[in-house]
């Protein structure tokens, strides 16, 4: 059994790893924080873990680390930094759910967070957790940065065509819709119900954070420098992202090819489903799942690729695959405690 700590235990994120970790069978949950409810039972805190957890909530100076095998990090933006040198030093192999380790440039890192990066020197260990792209480097990690939950939906959507020399990787437009947890659980206007029920509105368009870390990834992938116009947008509910990205092709493609592309690329895949003709990714079927749902179709007037991506911003987003990357990073079957379909309706 792998000794688990988890540091931010009552924001969205940590309880979901919380829930989720409580049903693996390789997991053993040993130390939580919340620096809210510090001193209380987390079944206090959150009822519905009543029966299934009676461990009390410490402070994060109290982390050691010395008696757990693994321990996520989902902390604020820029928490992690100080922490994660501490752990790593006591070979407690750490995943962070943050955006602290998410970029390899400390320079592009300040310029989209406003901070300098404080520990630069691990940004060239770090392995980014996408497990689709980087499964043999996580497998061999003690440091994995989880993805950002858009960056998830678009990278895979786009994985399989961006190494291709019939698209034009000079442009891609992504169109990304979210519930309102990926703001987090703090109170915050824009995420009161009165504010966001009955409309849709976009935000943060062309400036949005996720966007390097797309950029970074997608360059990687196609050995070249790569960028996107990415438009984000908040829908009322409460969780999944629906991401629909457009990339143009130097040739003509049947939509029957294109899809027979994406189901070879993610053959074998556990949590990547690619959907068959004139079927497109629903957050309605990824709900509270590990999957990443992909749907494909080709504009043929405009020579065209259209590419759906629906995931839970919770779960694939965030937690979910956290797990996945620890399953990797332990030796256990990558879908241990993630082997079950999403919830509809």
């Known amino acids: 059994m792998a000794k688990i700590g988890i540091a931010g235990a009552t924001g969205y994120t940590g309880v979901e790893l919380l829930r989720l970790l409580i049903s693996h069978p390789e997991a053993e949950i040993v130390f939580l924080t919340s620096e809210t409810y510090q001193g209380q039972l987390v079944a206090e805190v959150f009822p519905s873990l009543s029966g299934f957890s009676n461990i009390k909530l410490s402070s994060l100076e109290f982390m050691s680390g010395d008696d757990c095998d693994i321990i996520f990090l989902a902390l604020p933006h820029t928490t992690s930094m100080q922490k994660v040198p501490d752990f790593l030093k006591r070979n407690t192999k750490v995943i962070d759910l943050s955006a602290d380790y998410r970029l390899k440039d400390p320079v592009i890192f300040e310029e989209w967070y406003s901070v300098p990066h404080q520990q630069p020197e691990l940004l060239k260990e770090v392995v980014y957790g996408l497990p689709e792209i980087h499964r043999e480097a996580i497998e061999s990690a003690r440091f994995v940065a989880n993805p950002g939950c858009y960056p998830t939906s678009i990278t895979l959507a786009l994985a399989p065509l961006?190494?291709?020399?019939?698209?034009?990787?000079?442009?891609?437009?992504?169109?990304?819709?979210?519930?309102?947890?990926?703001?987090?659980?703090?109170?915050?206007?824009?995420?009161?119900f009165s504010e966001v029920n009955e409309g849709v509105s976009a935000y943060k368009i062309a400036t949005h954070r996720h966007t390097p870390e797309i950029e970074q990834e997608l360059s990687a992938l196609a050995n070249t420098d790569v960028r996107i116009s990415f438009s984000p947008h908040?829908?009322?509910?409460?969780?999944?992202?629906?991401?629909t990205v457009y990339i143009n092709l130097m040739k003509d493609m049947s939509?029957?090819?294109?899809?027979?592309?994406?189901?070879?690329?993610?053959?074998?895949e556990p949590f990547v489903r690619v959907l068959p003709l004139?079927?497109?990714?629903?957050?309605n079927f990824t709900a509270v799942s590990n999957f990443c749902d992909i749907g494909v179709?080709?504009?043929?007037?405009?020579?065209?690729?259209?590419?759906?991506?629906?995931?839970?911003?919770?779960?694939?987003g965030a937690s979910g695959q956290a797990i996945q990357n620890m399953n990797l990073m332990l030796g256990?079957?990558?879908?241990?405690?993630l082997n079950f379909p999403g919830i509809f309706p």
């Open 297 to 316: 179709q080709v504009d043929k007037r405009n020579r065209r690729a259209i590419i759906t991506s629906a995931i839970d911003n919770l779960i694939k």
């Open 255 to 268: 939509v029957e090819d294109l899809i027979e592309h994406f189901q070879k690329f993610y053959n074998g």
């Open 278 to 283: 004139g079927k497109y990714a629903s957050t």
């Open 332 to 337: 256990f079957s990558e879908t241990s405690g």
């Open 162 to 192: 961006i190494t291709e020399d019939w698209v034009d990787l000079s442009y891609i437009v992504a169109d990304s819709k979210s519930g309102t947890s990926g703001a987090g659980r703090k109170t915050s206007l824009t995420t009161q």
């Open 234 to 243: 908040l829908v009322p509910m409460t969780r999944g992202i629906l991401s």
